[in-house]
């Protein structure tokens, strides 16, 4: 079941592949250290990290969300089997459209631009995302904008948010059918 904290991750990740394309053990697209996660920062581990020349890279949940009317009928569909051969079956019980804010907070307007540039172009080249859930889930482009009223702090950033539309699921276990036996006055028929 894909949620909100999926979505969160989901992006999360994408942007550490962009920015250290070879793997975290692999400078990243900018000779700076760059931290990258799901929430908000903290105010002061944040500032240090500026002062230190280091970028921030969040992700947050905005507050709006809408609902969106799914078809009639809630049918149940087959996933494809897992490693140990285990079905499952999903299906949706509710889809909605949710706004995500991925902000660059850098110590200088330069670092912002790559790094905003570089996630832009990133996040809006997929359209379909895999939350993992094996239902369909769309990202689109919203908008984005800069700020520089924390100049004095040397902070600059840019907000850029994205609309996610991804369903709500239910999963049960569906087992793989084998082998059918038919029982008829105590007889075994096998087709």
Known sequence: ??????????????????????GTDVTAIIDATIKI????????????????????????????????????????????????NTGQAVRELRRQIKD????????????????????DTALSEHCHIDLGDGVPAQMFYARQFDSDSAENWHVYRRDLIFSVNFATTQTISAPEVTNITVNLNGHNLRP
């Not at 079941?1 to 070879?22: E, N």
């Not at 105010?43 to 500026?50: H, K, N, R, Y």
């Open 1 to 22: 079941m894909a949620s909100v904290d999926d979505v969160s991750q989901y992006l999360a990740k994408r942007v550490a592949d962009v920015l250290y394309s070879g």
């Open 100 to 119: 995500f804010q991925v902000t660059v907070w850098a110590p200088t307007p330069s670092l912002r631009n790559t790094i905003g540039t570089a996630i």
């Open 37 to 84: 996660y799901p929430g908000w920062p903290l105010p002061v581990p944040l500032q240090q990290d500026i002062d230190a020349g280091g970028v921030h890279v969040s992700v947050w949940s905005l507050p709006s969300e809408r609902r969106v009317n799914p078809p009639l009928g809630r049918p149940f569909r087959t996933l494809p089997l897992s490693e140990d």
